[in-house]
Structure formats: C-alpha cells, structure tokens
Nanobody, 125 residues
Framework: VQLQASGGGLVQAGGSLRLSCAAS????????MGWFRQAPGKEREFVGAIRRSAGSSYYPDSVKGRFTISRDNATNTVYLQINSLKPEDAAVYYC???????????????????WGQGTQVTVSS
C-alpha cells in the first residue's frame, strides 16, 4: 500500500487543522493506521492510532483531547484532526499502516509496515 499525507500548513496557535492520508491499493480496511510526528532534532513521536474497523482509537496523554483520528474505508482515507494547536505541535506529520494483529495501541514505529512521506505543520504563536 502507498500512503500520501496532505493537509499540513501554517496555522496560528489555538487554531485547527485536519490532515489526510490517502492510501492506494486494495485492502485498506485490513490495516490499522497510525499517526506520528517528528520535530527537528527530535525522535519520531506517536500521536495516535485507529483500528482497522474504526471501532476504536488511542491517543497518548500528550495529545489526548486535542487530536482525533478517523477513517473512511470506502475512500481509503484516514484523517487526523488537530484542535487547539500549540507551538509544540509543529512537526512533520506521518501516517503509517500496520498489518500487526497484536500490540495495540501500536505506539511503536516497528509495528508499521508502510509510511507516508509526511506533511509539515507549522504553528505561529
């Protein structure tokens, strides 16, 4: 599967942004999907994941309440809604697909088989 992330840009602190990740190929619904971010000089950080059936999602405490992941298996797209943006949210955001049958909430990068190219989010204060 190939992943294409989009929707990044420059947003003022306190604003909102919705990132999209379009998947090509078949069997998108067979993949759990995750989102990560990486700021300059920092390691790639897990910000959430959603199960294959969109039945449940998981967020680390650092973003819980502000980040929401959703997916549309009919259009092979997963979304990351970011609200109340903070300067520390600035990073390149990556979507990833996992075939892993265990290891929920899939917070480890090693659980993911495919990665998108990333989309830049910049937050002005």
């Amino acid at each position: 599967v190939q992943l294409q992330a989009s929707g990044g840009g420059l947003v003022q602190a306190g604003g909102s942004l919705r990132l999209s990740c379009a998947a090509s190929g078949r069997a998108f619904s067979m993949y759990a999907m995750g989102w990560f971010r990486q700021a300059p000089g920092k390691e790639r950080e897990f910000v959430g994941a959603i199960r294959r059936s969109a039945g449940s999602s998981y967020y680390p405490d650092s973003v819980k309440g502000r980040f929401t992941i959703s997916r549309d298996n009919a259009t092979n797209t997963v979304y990351l809604q970011i609200n109340s943006l903070k300067p520390e949210d600035a990073a390149v955001y990556y979507c990833a697909a996992s075939t892993s049958s265990g290891g929920w909430p899939l917070s480890s990068r090693r659980r993911y088989n495919y990665w998108g190219q990333g989309t830049q989010v910049t937050v002005s204060s």
